[in-house]
Protein backbone atom coordinates (compact mmCIF):
# COMPACT_ATOMS: atom_id res chain seq x y z
CA UNK A 1 0.00 0.00 0.00
CA UNK A 2 1.61 3.21 -0.74
CA UNK A 3 1.97 5.64 1.82
CA UNK A 4 0.42 9.07 1.40
CA UNK A 5 3.11 11.82 1.90
CA UNK A 6 2.42 14.37 4.72
CA UNK A 7 1.57 17.59 3.04
CA UNK A 8 3.54 20.39 4.89
CA UNK A 9 1.72 23.01 7.31
CA UNK A 10 1.27 26.19 5.59
CA UNK A 11 3.06 29.04 7.37
CA UNK A 12 0.23 30.95 7.53
CA UNK A 13 -2.11 28.91 9.45
CA UNK A 14 1.27 28.13 11.88
CA UNK A 15 1.08 28.74 15.61
CA UNK A 16 1.49 32.16 16.71
CA UNK A 17 1.13 32.14 20.26
CA UNK A 18 -1.46 33.12 22.40
CA UNK A 19 -3.75 35.65 21.25
CA UNK A 20 -4.28 38.92 23.23
CA UNK A 21 -7.82 40.54 23.32
CA UNK A 22 -7.07 42.96 20.21
CA UNK A 23 -6.97 39.62 18.39
CA UNK A 24 -2.84 39.83 18.01
CA UNK A 25 -0.03 38.28 19.94
CA UNK A 26 -0.46 38.31 23.80
CA UNK A 27 1.96 39.92 25.10
CA UNK A 28 4.17 39.10 27.96
CA UNK A 29 2.43 41.45 30.52
CA UNK A 30 -0.77 39.37 29.44
CA UNK A 31 0.40 36.13 29.73
CA UNK A 32 2.03 36.92 33.41
CA UNK A 33 -1.38 38.39 34.50
CA UNK A 34 -3.39 35.47 33.01
CA UNK A 35 -0.41 33.41 34.96
CA UNK A 36 -1.11 34.97 37.98
CA UNK A 37 -4.97 34.34 38.02
CA UNK A 38 -4.49 31.10 37.34
CA UNK A 39 -2.43 30.60 40.46
CA UNK A 40 -3.29 30.36 43.94
CA UNK A 41 -3.81 33.92 44.54
CA UNK A 42 -7.13 33.52 42.28
CA UNK A 43 -8.32 31.53 45.15
CA UNK A 44 -7.49 34.29 47.35
CA UNK A 45 -8.96 37.17 45.48
CA UNK A 46 -11.99 35.20 45.07
CA UNK A 47 -12.47 34.67 48.95
CA UNK A 48 -11.75 38.49 49.83
CA UNK A 49 -14.80 39.56 47.35
CA UNK A 50 -17.45 36.62 48.45
CA UNK A 51 -16.48 37.82 52.37
CA UNK A 52 -17.14 41.95 51.14
CA UNK A 53 -20.32 41.85 51.59
CA UNK A 54 -20.41 40.40 54.61
CA UNK A 55 -18.04 42.49 56.03
CA UNK A 56 -19.81 45.34 55.14
CA UNK A 57 -22.96 43.98 56.45
CA UNK A 58 -21.72 43.26 60.04
CA UNK A 59 -19.54 46.79 59.75
CA UNK A 60 -22.94 48.40 59.26
CA UNK A 61 -24.86 46.60 61.72
CA UNK A 62 -21.71 46.51 64.34
CA UNK A 63 -21.91 50.22 63.95
CA UNK A 64 -25.40 50.58 64.44
CA UNK A 65 -25.50 48.57 67.63
CA UNK A 66 -22.33 50.56 69.03
CA UNK A 67 -24.42 54.14 68.75
CA UNK A 68 -27.71 52.45 69.82
CA UNK A 69 -25.95 51.20 73.16
CA UNK A 70 -24.05 54.20 73.38
CA UNK A 71 -27.22 56.77 73.01
CA UNK A 72 -28.87 54.96 76.29
CA UNK A 73 -26.04 55.99 77.95
CA UNK A 74 -26.46 59.76 77.45
CA UNK A 75 -28.42 62.28 79.23
CA UNK A 76 -28.78 65.59 77.91
CA UNK A 77 -25.21 65.21 75.91
CA UNK A 78 -23.12 63.75 78.67
CA UNK A 79 -22.39 60.21 80.02
CA UNK A 80 -25.45 59.21 82.36
CA UNK A 81 -26.83 55.94 84.10
CA UNK A 82 -29.99 57.96 84.53
CA UNK A 83 -32.56 55.68 81.99
CA UNK A 84 -31.34 52.38 83.56
CA UNK A 85 -31.81 53.32 87.38
CA UNK A 86 -35.33 55.00 86.30
CA UNK A 87 -36.17 51.51 84.68
CA UNK A 88 -35.22 49.47 87.15
CA UNK A 89 -36.79 51.43 90.30
CA UNK A 90 -39.82 51.58 88.26
CA UNK A 91 -41.89 48.39 89.49
CA UNK A 92 -44.15 48.74 86.14
CA UNK A 93 -40.71 48.71 83.74
CA UNK A 94 -39.26 45.36 85.77
CA UNK A 95 -43.02 43.88 85.17
CA UNK A 96 -42.76 44.92 81.27
CA UNK A 97 -38.75 42.73 81.40
CA UNK A 98 -39.85 40.17 83.47
CA UNK A 99 -43.12 39.24 81.73
CA UNK A 100 -41.33 39.87 78.51
CA UNK A 101 -38.88 37.08 79.35
CA UNK A 102 -41.80 34.50 80.68
CA UNK A 103 -43.75 35.30 77.80
CA UNK A 104 -41.03 34.00 75.53
CA UNK A 105 -40.10 31.12 77.48
CA UNK A 106 -43.19 29.96 77.23
CA UNK A 107 -43.96 30.55 73.96
CA UNK A 108 -40.61 28.50 73.38
CA UNK A 109 -41.56 25.41 75.12
CA UNK A 110 -45.17 25.64 73.92
CA UNK A 111 -43.79 25.45 70.30
CA UNK A 112 -41.57 22.74 71.33
CA UNK A 113 -44.14 20.40 73.08
CA UNK A 114 -46.45 20.89 69.93
CA UNK A 115 -44.00 21.10 66.99
CA UNK A 116 -41.88 18.25 67.81
CA UNK A 117 -44.61 15.73 67.29
CA UNK A 118 -45.53 17.29 63.95
CA UNK A 119 -41.64 17.00 62.51
CA UNK A 120 -41.50 13.39 64.13
CA UNK A 121 -44.75 12.85 62.04
CA UNK A 122 -43.26 14.36 58.85
CA UNK A 123 -40.12 12.45 59.30
CA UNK A 124 -42.07 9.08 59.79
CA UNK A 125 -44.07 9.70 57.01
CA UNK A 126 -43.46 7.76 53.44
CA UNK A 127 -45.51 9.51 51.14
CA UNK A 128 -44.32 12.95 49.67
CA UNK A 129 -42.87 15.25 52.31
CA UNK A 130 -42.95 18.11 50.52
CA UNK A 131 -46.83 18.67 50.41
CA UNK A 132 -46.36 18.84 54.06
CA UNK A 133 -43.67 21.21 54.12
CA UNK A 134 -45.78 23.36 52.23
CA UNK A 135 -48.27 23.48 54.57
CA UNK A 136 -45.84 24.37 57.23
CA UNK A 137 -45.02 27.08 55.03
CA UNK A 138 -47.51 28.74 53.75
CA UNK A 139 -48.26 30.63 56.75
CA UNK A 140 -45.62 32.84 56.42
CA UNK A 141 -47.60 34.20 52.94
CA UNK A 142 -49.63 36.03 54.84
CA UNK A 143 -48.87 38.89 56.85
CA UNK A 144 -48.83 38.57 60.78
CA UNK A 145 -51.05 41.40 60.89
CA UNK A 146 -53.55 39.73 59.25
CA UNK A 147 -53.27 36.20 61.25
CA UNK A 148 -53.22 38.24 64.26
CA UNK A 149 -56.67 39.71 63.11
CA UNK A 150 -57.73 36.12 62.36
CA UNK A 151 -57.11 34.90 66.52
CA UNK A 152 -58.83 38.42 67.40
CA UNK A 153 -62.12 36.80 65.36
CA UNK A 154 -61.44 33.70 67.12
CA UNK A 155 -60.60 34.64 70.67
CA UNK A 156 -62.82 37.57 70.72
CA UNK A 157 -65.94 37.13 73.61
CA UNK A 158 -68.55 36.58 70.20
CA UNK A 159 -65.38 34.19 68.83
CA UNK A 160 -65.64 31.07 67.49
CA UNK A 161 -64.36 29.17 70.29
CA UNK A 162 -66.77 31.03 73.11
CA UNK A 163 -69.65 30.04 71.07
CA UNK A 164 -69.02 26.87 70.97
CA UNK A 165 -68.18 26.78 74.51
CA UNK A 166 -71.86 28.53 75.13
CA UNK A 167 -73.41 26.06 72.76
CA UNK A 168 -72.02 23.11 74.80
CA UNK A 169 -73.09 24.42 77.99
CA UNK A 170 -69.58 24.53 79.51
CA UNK A 171 -69.61 28.60 79.55
CA UNK A 172 -72.49 30.89 80.98
CA UNK A 173 -70.31 33.92 80.16
CA UNK A 174 -67.29 34.47 77.27
CA UNK A 175 -63.86 33.41 78.43
CA UNK A 176 -61.47 36.24 78.26
CA UNK A 177 -58.73 35.40 75.93
CA UNK A 178 -57.84 38.20 74.24
CA UNK A 179 -56.14 41.62 75.87
CA UNK A 180 -54.04 39.54 78.37
CA UNK A 181 -51.36 37.36 78.44
CA UNK A 182 -53.00 34.37 77.15
CA UNK A 183 -54.01 35.94 74.06
CA UNK A 184 -50.28 36.84 73.01
CA UNK A 185 -49.02 33.58 73.80
CA UNK A 186 -51.77 31.60 71.59
CA UNK A 187 -50.79 34.53 68.71
CA UNK A 188 -47.27 33.72 69.03
CA UNK A 189 -47.44 29.98 69.07
CA UNK A 190 -49.13 30.13 65.82
CA UNK A 191 -46.45 32.51 64.02
CA UNK A 192 -43.74 31.25 65.30
CA UNK A 193 -43.92 27.55 65.44
CA UNK A 194 -43.27 26.91 62.10
CA UNK A 195 -39.42 27.76 63.07
CA UNK A 196 -39.18 25.35 65.73
CA UNK A 197 -40.97 22.43 63.24
CA UNK A 198 -38.22 23.19 60.46
CA UNK A 199 -35.62 23.17 62.91
CA UNK A 200 -36.46 19.91 64.44
CA UNK A 201 -37.26 18.30 60.99
CA UNK A 202 -33.79 19.49 59.25
CA UNK A 203 -32.03 17.91 62.05
CA UNK A 204 -34.53 14.53 62.06
CA UNK A 205 -34.04 14.08 57.94
CA UNK A 206 -29.89 13.87 58.91
CA UNK A 207 -30.72 10.62 61.04
CA UNK A 208 -29.69 7.06 60.04
CA UNK A 209 -32.61 5.33 60.70
CA UNK A 210 -30.10 2.24 61.03
CA UNK A 211 -30.07 3.35 64.64
CA UNK A 212 -33.40 2.55 65.26
CA UNK A 213 -33.27 -0.53 63.35
CA UNK A 214 -29.89 -1.53 65.62
CA UNK A 215 -31.91 -0.53 68.72
CA UNK A 216 -34.64 -2.75 67.47
CA UNK A 217 -32.38 -5.46 66.80
CA UNK A 218 -30.76 -5.57 70.24
CA UNK A 219 -34.65 -5.98 72.08
CA UNK A 220 -35.38 -2.27 72.61
CA UNK A 221 -39.08 -1.31 72.61
CA UNK A 222 -39.65 1.82 70.53
CA UNK A 223 -40.29 4.08 73.32
CA UNK A 224 -37.11 3.02 74.48
CA UNK A 225 -35.69 4.03 70.84
CA UNK A 226 -37.48 6.86 70.78
CA UNK A 227 -35.74 7.76 74.20
CA UNK A 228 -32.95 6.89 74.31
CA UNK A 229 -31.51 7.44 70.27
CA UNK A 230 -33.76 9.58 68.66
CA UNK A 231 -34.46 12.08 71.35
CA UNK A 232 -31.19 12.50 72.31
CA UNK A 233 -29.94 12.64 68.16
CA UNK A 234 -32.06 15.83 67.61
CA UNK A 235 -31.68 17.98 70.65
CA UNK A 236 -29.24 20.21 68.87
CA UNK A 237 -32.96 21.15 66.68
CA UNK A 238 -34.31 21.52 69.99
CA UNK A 239 -31.95 23.77 71.07
CA UNK A 240 -31.78 25.99 67.48
CA UNK A 241 -35.48 26.12 67.49
CA UNK A 242 -35.77 27.10 71.20
CA UNK A 243 -33.02 30.12 70.23
CA UNK A 244 -35.13 30.90 67.06
CA UNK A 245 -38.28 31.54 68.73
CA UNK A 246 -37.65 33.13 71.96
CA UNK A 247 -35.51 35.72 70.16
CA UNK A 248 -38.66 36.50 68.05
CA UNK A 249 -40.85 36.68 70.53
CA UNK A 250 -38.72 39.19 72.94
CA UNK A 251 -38.98 41.69 69.89
CA UNK A 252 -42.36 41.07 68.98
CA UNK A 253 -44.70 44.28 68.65
CA UNK A 254 -47.25 43.49 66.79
CA UNK A 255 -48.74 40.23 68.53
CA UNK A 256 -48.72 41.85 71.65
CA UNK A 257 -50.52 45.28 70.52
CA UNK A 258 -53.32 43.72 69.23
CA UNK A 259 -53.94 40.67 71.15
CA UNK A 260 -52.38 41.79 74.61
CA UNK A 261 -53.81 44.55 76.84
CA UNK A 262 -52.49 47.88 78.81
CA UNK A 263 -51.20 45.85 82.10
CA UNK A 264 -49.95 43.12 79.75
CA UNK A 265 -47.28 45.04 77.89
CA UNK A 266 -43.86 43.67 76.61
CA UNK A 267 -40.64 45.35 75.83
CA UNK A 268 -41.45 45.60 72.32
CA UNK A 269 -44.90 47.48 72.68
CA UNK A 270 -43.23 49.38 74.98
CA UNK A 271 -40.20 50.50 72.44
CA UNK A 272 -42.59 51.11 69.93
CA UNK A 273 -44.80 53.74 72.41
CA UNK A 274 -41.25 55.40 73.08
CA UNK A 275 -40.53 55.68 69.19
CA UNK A 276 -43.81 56.16 67.78
CA UNK A 277 -45.67 58.36 70.59
CA UNK A 278 -43.44 60.03 72.59
CA UNK A 279 -40.32 60.01 70.21
CA UNK A 280 -38.24 59.45 73.24
CA UNK A 281 -35.46 57.94 71.41
CA UNK A 282 -32.63 57.39 73.83
CA UNK A 283 -35.14 55.80 76.11
CA UNK A 284 -36.47 53.46 73.57
CA UNK A 285 -32.02 52.36 72.83
CA UNK A 286 -31.86 51.51 76.46
CA UNK A 287 -35.27 49.64 76.27
CA UNK A 288 -33.31 47.58 73.32
CA UNK A 289 -30.10 47.07 75.07
CA UNK A 290 -31.62 45.21 77.50
CA UNK A 291 -33.90 43.37 75.47
CA UNK A 292 -30.80 42.06 73.87
CA UNK A 293 -28.92 41.16 77.07
CA UNK A 294 -31.88 39.30 77.95
CA UNK A 295 -31.67 37.47 74.88
CA UNK A 296 -28.08 36.54 74.99
CA UNK A 297 -28.78 35.26 78.94
CA UNK A 298 -31.10 32.37 77.31
CA UNK A 299 -28.96 32.14 73.75
CA UNK A 300 -25.47 32.19 75.26
CA UNK A 301 -26.25 29.27 77.49
CA UNK A 302 -28.22 27.09 74.85
CA UNK A 303 -25.55 27.20 72.66
CA UNK A 304 -22.75 26.20 75.43
CA UNK A 305 -24.83 23.13 75.98
CA UNK A 306 -25.47 22.57 72.17
CA UNK A 307 -21.38 22.65 72.01
CA UNK A 308 -21.08 20.47 75.05
CA UNK A 309 -24.00 17.86 73.44
CA UNK A 310 -22.34 17.84 70.26
CA UNK A 311 -18.71 16.80 71.85
CA UNK A 312 -20.51 14.20 73.96
CA UNK A 313 -22.00 12.64 71.00
CA UNK A 314 -18.70 12.47 69.15
CA UNK A 315 -16.81 10.84 72.09
CA UNK A 316 -19.74 8.53 72.59
CA UNK A 317 -19.67 7.56 68.41
CA UNK A 318 -16.29 7.13 68.52
Sequence with gaps: MAVRERKAFPASLKWIGPVGSGGGRMSSTDLAFRQKMRGPGREVWGRLLLLAPAVLLLGLFGVSVVQLIASSFVDEGRLSLALYTDFFS??????????????????????????YPIAYAMWRYKGNRSHLMILIILPWLVSIVVRTYGWMVILGPKGLIN???????????????????????????????????????SVMLHLDRRLEEASASLGARSYHTFFR??????????????????????GAIVTPILLGGVRDRMMGTQMYQEVIQTFNFPKASMLAFLLLLAGLAVVLPLQALERKLSRFMDQKGS
Design 163 to 201: EFLAWAGLIERPVRMMFNTTGVVIGLVHILIPFMIISIL
Design 229 to 250: VTLPLTVPGIITGTMLVYLMST
Design 90 to 115: RADYRDILFRTIRVSLLVAALCVVIG
